[in-house]
Structure formats: structure tokens, C-alpha cells
T-cell receptor
């Protein structure tokens, strides 16, 4: 089954404790992206990657890092999480311009 | 500056009637547009798209209209069904794989 998976689905952590949210797709898509969804703000792009070893900032990259060492994986790293990074995070992938396929989401709470 | 705007946070319609969701954009470099549907606790799912060279695209009960001169698009759902109740996101993209999303409109279809 073609899908985008994210882990963990739910995470509660404390300020300053490094964490990684994994994202994996099995569709051989070149393009992958991370978004965060906040009430009243919709979906905002954090980082995106157009291929292996090619990443670029989205609209809200501060406080986040990404890497794309393999085509299928695109982890999101929070080196020192803060409460304002409490949010719902989505990973997405696409083969070409247009339709992006989204993962189920990761709800992160930073205390 | 918000490049993609959905000015109605919510919309309520009766089952069987037409639902019209609106979206405005400011960036004339956008050349394709998409609508995504999102249920609670799930990732957004692709609904329908339209290229800037078209003014209408239809898929079953869903039709998207694009007015380039007004920088406006709309999604029509006819007839509306209770299962259509969800948050609908408008998104726009250009040549760089980057999608910009609106804040979303919560559609409620009442039986």
C-alpha cells in the first residue's frame, strides 16, 4: 500500500530535549516536505526537499533541521524544542508538481 | 503576507444543497491550484486540482473554478453530503514544488 508514515504519532516532551520525528514514504517520490498545522494559521511549510541531499527552507524553518540522506526518509529534528513548537506536524511527499500525499500527523507537546 | 487566503473560517449547508468554498491568491506566479480535505486526526487528502491554463475542472460532485484575472478560485460540491463535513484547504503552487496553503474552511453539512 502506497503511504507516508510518521513516527511517533504523539509525543510529549520538555523544553530543550532534542527529538526527531521520522517520515518515510514507499512511493519513490523525489519531493518531500514538512508542515505544521496550528489553529487559525492553517498549514505552514517548515522545510522541503526536492531530492536526496537537496533541502530548502519553507515559511517557518526556525528551530528545525532536516536531512535527506535517502530518498524514502525525511526526518524532522528539533535540537532544542520550545513550547511554541507545540503543534501538529505533517510530512508529505510527491512525485512531481502538484498532488502531495500526507502522512497521518504527529502531535507534539513541548512543556 | 498571506499569499493564499480563505476568508471564510466556516460554512454550514444543508444536505443536498450546494457548498461553495472560496479562495483568493495574490501571487501571479502560481500556475496550479489544489483543494485538500482534512478530517480530524488524519492527514490532508487530495481532492481536486486545476492548472492555470484551465478555468474549470470537474470530478464527480466536485468542481473547481479558476478566475485568473480575479485571482480567485472556488470549489463547488453538489450535492453536499454529511460525509463531506471536514476542513478544506486551498493550496497553490509554482515551478519549485512548493505549495502554499490557505488557513482552511470548516464545512459542516447538516442532515
Amino acid at each position: 500500500e502506497a503511504q507516508v508514515t510518521q513516527n511517533p504519532r504523539y509525543l510529549i516532551t520538555v523544553t530543550g530535549k532534542k527529538l526527531t520525528v521520522t517520515c518515510s514514504q514507499n512511493m519513490n517520490h523525489e519531493y518531500m516536505s514538512w508542515y505544521r498545522q496550528d489553529p487559525g494559521l492553517g498549514l505552514r511549510q517548515i522545510y522541503y526537499s526536492m531530492n536526496v541531499e537537496v533541502t530548502d527552507k519553507g515559511d517557518v524553518p526556525e528551530g528545525y533541521k532536516v536531512s535527506r540522506k535517502e530518498k524514502r526518509n525525511f526526518p524532522l529534528i528539533l535540537e532544542s524544542p520550545s513550547p511554541n513548537q507545540t503543534s501538529l506536524y505533517f510530512c508529505a511527499s510527491s512525485l512531481h508538481l502538484g498532488t502531495q500525499y500526507f502522512g497521518p500527523g504527529t502531535r507534539l507537546t513541548v512543556l | 503576507d498571506q499569499q493564499v487566503k480563505q476568508n471564510s473560517p466556516s460554512l454550514s449547508v444543508q444536505e443536498g444543497r450546494i457548498s461553495i468554498l472560496n479562495c483568493d491568491y495574490t501571487n501571479s506566479m502560481f500556475d496550479y491550484f489544489l483543494w485538500y480535505k482534512k478530517y480530524p486526526a488524519e492527514g490532508p487528502t487530495f481532492l481536486i486540482s486545476i492548472s492555470s491554463i484551465k478555468d474549470k475542472n470537474e470530478d464527480g460532485r466536485f468542481t473547481v473554478f479558476l478566475n485568473k484575472s480575479a485571482k480567485h478560485l472556488s470549489l463547488h460540491i453538489v450535492p453536499s453530503q454529511p460525509g463531506d463535513s471536514a476542513v478544506y484547504f486551498c493550496a497553490a503552487g509554482g515551478s519549485n514544488y512548493k505549495l502554499t496553503f490557505g488557513k482552511g474552511t470548516l464545512l459542516t453539512v447538516n442532515p
